[in-house]
């Protein structure tokens, strides 16, 4: 079946530097992706859809310069934490909608930590 | 907005227990409801779904239904297995597959 490949699993990083996380769809062609936020015992917040070839569109109250989306092919999308903060520790994770957007496929999530 | 909620806290059980989470939603529409299980270091898997009032989805033993006058979606399974251990998410569909995802119930099962 189809699979999201997110990497990576988990990373930690220091205060004020830059996170890409990447998710893959491995076996067929996404052109959207969503990526997700997932705070300790708190639901799944959807924080933006990433669009291919185009501009990603952000949830309110998410900060656009803080995660950079880019979705620059059929199957990659990338999150890019910008001058990450302890604030920013969270488990983040990715989902592509399958052929004919009627099944989600999720990737492993990512946990970031930082210090 | 469109949201879910499940019980609290986690669920630690004996195998062959029965399992019940709740789950209730609050919408402006007729949303199509969805369990996802996320087992010990993999990602979501969609586990069952029910798209109108009255559905009942149905895998692997477990069963949820979609009552719209309780607006519930709560899931049962009538005998665990270890195997099931996993964290379960309840959640609706919005839209444009945009879901909305309840906090999750970690559901531990001893042998």
């Known amino acids: 079946g189809a699979v999201v490949s997110q990497h990576p699993s988990r990373v930690i990083c220091k205060s004020g530097t830059s996170v890409k996380i990447e998710c893959r769809s491995l076996?067929?062609?996404?052109?959207?992706m969503f990526w997700y936020r997932q705070f300790p015992k708190k639901s799944l917040m959807l924080m933006a859809t990433s669009n291919e070839g185009s501009k990603a569109t952000y949830e309110q109250g998410v900060e656009k310069d803080k995660f950079l989306i880019n979705h620059a092919s059929l199957t990659l999308s990338t999150l890019t934490v910008t001058s990450a903060h302890p604030e920013d520790s969270s488990f983040y994770i990715c989902s592509a909608p399958g052929v004919g957007g009627e099944k989600l496929f999720f990737g492993s999530g990512t946990q970031l930590s930082v210090l | 907005g469109d949201s879910v909620t499940q019980m609290e806290g986690p669920v630690t059980l004996s195998e062959e227990a029965f399992l019940t989470i709740n789950c209730t939603y609050t919408a402006t529409g007729y949303p199509s409801l969805f369990w996802y299980v996320q087992y010990p270091g993999e990602g979501l898997q969609l586990l069952l779904k029910?798209?109108?009032?009255?559905d009942k989805g149905s895998n692997k033993g477990f069963e949820a239904t979609y009552r719209k006058e309780t607006t519930s979606f709560h899931l049962e399974k009538g005998s665990v297995q270890v195997s099931d251990s996993a964290v379960y998410f309840c959640?609706?569909?919005?839209?444009?597959?945009?879901?909305?995802f309840g906090k999750g119930n970690q559901v531990v099962v001893i042998p």
């Open positions: 076996d067929f062609q996404a052109t959207t």
């Open positions: 959640a609706l569909m919005e839209g444009n597959n945009r879901l909305a």
């Open positions: 029910a798209t109108k009032a009255d």
